[in-house]
């Protein structure tokens, strides 16, 4: 039986002509039944095989269908959270821009608060001298006048 030779074709079991031949020449029917026998389970096994192959090949699309779809779902959500960070960040940094904007303000209106007593206390400094200036000089022509008084008066006095 070693020349036989079996082929599984469309679906079919075709027994070559060297079996067939062994058949028709053997007086043992019972080894013939069990050659032809296999021969069958074997096609049926393999149709079974490829069945279930096919069902498995099925399931790992199926498998790998659903995991690439999680995963462009959870790249779906991270891309959401950091468009949602972003805009966290961006109102953070609106945040942070008005309270540094008011500190800006805050320290402006300070400055200007110090300038503008630095300006009053210069001023005042200013009219004082000004005033004093003019005290002075209306002394001394009050004085003068005062002088030029008595020295009439003595001289009224002196000559009459």
Same mark, same amino acid.
């Given at each position: 039986?070693? @020349?036989?030779?079996?082929?599984?074709?469309?679906?079919?079991? +075709?027994?070559? +002509?060297?079996?067939? !031949?062994?058949? $028709?020449?053997?007086?043992? #029917? #019972?080894?013939?039944? &069990?050659?032809?026998?296999?021969?069958? =389970?074997? !096609?049926? $096994?393999?149709?079974?095989? $490829? =069945?279930?192959?096919?069902? &498995?090949?099925?399931?790992? *699309?199926?498998?790998?269908?659903?995991?690439?779809?999680?995963?462009? /779902?959870?790249?779906?959500? @991270?891309?959401? !959270?950091? !468009?949602?960070?972003?805009?966290?960040? *961006?109102?953070?940094?609106?945040?942070?821009?008005?309270?540094?904007?008011? &500190? %800006?303000? &805050?320290?402006?209106?300070? /400055?200007?608060? +110090?300038?503008?007593?630095?300006?009053?206390?210069?001023?005042?400094?200013? %009219?004082?001298?000004?005033?004093?200036?003019?005290?002075?000089?209306?002394?001394?022509?009050?004085?003068?006048?005062?002088?030029?008084?008595?020295?009439?008066?003595?001289?009224?006095?002196?000559? *009459?």
């Amino acid at each position: 039986l070693g @020349v036989a030779v079996l082929y599984a074709q469309q679906g079919g079991v +075709e027994v070559g +002509e060297a079996i067939v !031949d062994l058949l $028709h020449s053997t007086a043992d #029917n #019972n080894f013939s039944a &069990i050659k032809i026998q296999s021969a069958v =389970r074997a !096609d049926a $096994h393999r149709k079974r095989y $490829h =069945r279930a192959m096919a069902g &498995i090949i099925s399931l790992q *699309s199926a498998c790998r269908g659903a995991k690439a779809r999680k995963a462009f /779902e959870t790249m779906r959500l @991270v891309a959401a !959270d950091t !468009d949602k960070e972003a805009e966290t960040s *961006s109102e953070k940094e609106k945040n942070a821009e008005r309270v540094q904007a008011r &500190i %800006r303000g &805050i320290l402006a209106r300070k /400055e200007y608060t +110090e300038a503008k007593s630095a300006v009053v206390v210069l001023q005042s400094a200013a %009219r004082a001298i000004v005033c004093r200036q003019q005290y002075l000089l209306a002394k001394s022509g009050v004085t003068v006048v005062q002088s030029r008084w008595r020295a009439m008066v003595q001289r009224g006095a002196f000559v *009459s």
